[in-house]
Structures are given as structure tokens and as C-alpha cells.
T-cell receptor
Framework: SQTIHQWPATLVQPVGSPLSLECTVE??????LYWYRQAAGRGLQLLFY??????ISSEVPQNLSASRPQDRQFILSSKKLLLSDSGFYLC?????????????FGPGTRLTVL | AQSVTQLGSHVSVSEGALVLLRCNYS??????LFWYVQYPNQGLQLLLKYTSAATLVKGINGFEAEFKKSETSFHLTKPSAHMSDAAEYFCAVSDYGGSQGNLIFGKGTKLSVKP
């Protein structure tokens, strides 16, 4: 069966510090991968998605970036965090097949920028 | 372009009462529709999905949803609420057939269950 991992689970970082959040998927190949952010009362915001290694699409301009160095690894990064980057970050995957679109979510990372 | 509207950001019911969470969608093609549940500080869990088969879809934890094309709705119901149903619920529509598998989520409805 497939599982998705995210770490760390919680993170407190000062403004201006770098960020690296990691997501890995097990038990599947060639998944589509996604990064979402949940800010209080604002629902889910799609940040990035990837359909393959090295292929990243950005949905919202911001000071965050994403990379996919391996088939089942997805990394969210920032060089300098802003207060507005605080939130709950969710990674998700879906089968990379047309017509099968349900997404499966990881446990999330709670980021607080002070 | 697809979109989803969830009516009511907060819904409160008594334990044992009917749960009804509303979702309306907009789509130019037959949609795939989903309901997810999120418990505090956890990821989203798929409750059920509609993929153009039966219009009444049964999911986990006693939830079900009915696809009504004429009303462009996909409301989530449960006959009898339990305290453990307290969570946030998200409706989502898919970009049908797109290889990216992108979902468009509603803003969520927080369900409270009173004893």
C-alpha cells in the first residue's frame, strides 16, 4: 500500500531564516506531487505541483520554491522566510494517470515564523 | 474553469441529528467530485468520490453524497451525527481527465457536534 510522509511535523523559524520541508511517497511510481498551504480561515492554497522529476509548476508567485530530485521526493524551500509564510503545509500525491484524480494527503507540517 | 462553493463556513448540529453540508460546483465538463475530512492538525482524508457512475455515493464513517446535475450540487449527508464527526470538511472538483490531477477545493465547512 502507498504511504506519504512529511517532516518535520512542526517547525518554528525566525523571519529571514531558510526553510526546507520534505515529502516522500512510498509504494507507487511516477506520482503527481503537490504542495498546499493552509492559512487560518483561508482553505487550501495550491502552491506547486509536479508531474515528474525536475518538472515543477508554480501556482502562486511567492518567495517559496519546490524541487523534485527523485521520483517520490518533493521538497519545499525558501531562502528567507516571511511572517506570512506561517501556516500548515500539506503534501499530496495522486496517480499520474489521466482520469484518476483523487489526491492522498500527508500528515502536514505546522510552520510558525516569528 | 471549475469552481466549488461550500455554503456555510460553520455548521453546528446536535449529536444524533442529521448532518447536511452543502457543496455546489461549476464545471464545463462532467466533473469528478470529492469530499475530504480534516481533523485538527492532520492531513485531509478522502471521505468519498463521484466519478460519473452511481449518483448516490457512499463513503466512510456513514457519510454519503448525492450528485445532482440539474442543481450542480454534491451535498454531504449523514443521518445521525456523532461527536467524532467534528472536523472540517472540504468539497473538491477535479480538472476532468487532466494528467496533472489538480483539484479545486472549496473553503471548507467546520462541523461542530453538540452533546
Amino acid at each position: 500500500s502507498q504511504t506519504i510522509h512529511q517532516w518535520p511535523a512542526t517547525l518554528v523559524q525566525p523571519v529571514g531564516s531558510p526553510l526546507s520541508l520534505e515529502c516522500t511517497v512510498e509504494g507507487t511510481s511516477n506520482p503527481n506531487l503537490y504542495w498546499y498551504r493552509q492559512a487560518a480561515g483561508r482553505g487550501l492554497q495550491l502552491l506547486f505541483y509536479s508531474v515528474g522529476i525536475g518538472q515543477i509548476s508554480s501556482e502562486v508567485p511567492q518567495n517559496l520554491s519546490a524541487s523534485r530530485p527523485q521520483d517520490r521526493q518533493f521538497i519545499l524551500s525558501s531562502k528567507k522566510l516571511l511572517l506570512s509564510d506561517s501556516g500548515f503545509y500539506l503534501c499530496a500525491w495522486s496517480p499520474g494517470l489521466a482520469g484518476i484524480n483523487e489526491q492522498f494527503f500527508g500528515p502536514g507540517t505546522r510552520l510558525t515564523v516569528l | 474553469a471549475q469552481s466549488v462553493t461550500q455554503l456555510g463556513s460553520h455548521v453546528s448540529v446536535s449529536e444524533g441529528a442529521l448532518v447536511l453540508l452543502r457543496c455546489n460546483y461549476s464545471s464545463s465538463v462532467p466533473p469528478y467530485l470529492f469530499w475530504y475530512v480534516q481533523y485538527p492538525n492532520q492531513g485531509l482524508q478522502l471521505l468519498l468520490k463521484y466519478t460519473s457512475a452511481a449518483t448516490l455515493v457512499k463513503g466512510i464513517n456513514g457519510f454519503e453524497a448525492e450528485f445532482k446535475k440539474s442543481e450542480t450540487s454534491f451535498h454531504l449527508t449523514k443521518p445521525s451525527a456523532h461527536m467524532s464527526d467534528a472536523a472540517e470538511y472540504f468539497c473538491a472538483v477535479s480538472d476532468y481527465g487532466g494528467s496533472q490531477g489538480n483539484l479545486i477545493f472549496g473553503k471548507g465547512t467546520k462541523l461542530s457536534v453538540k452533546p
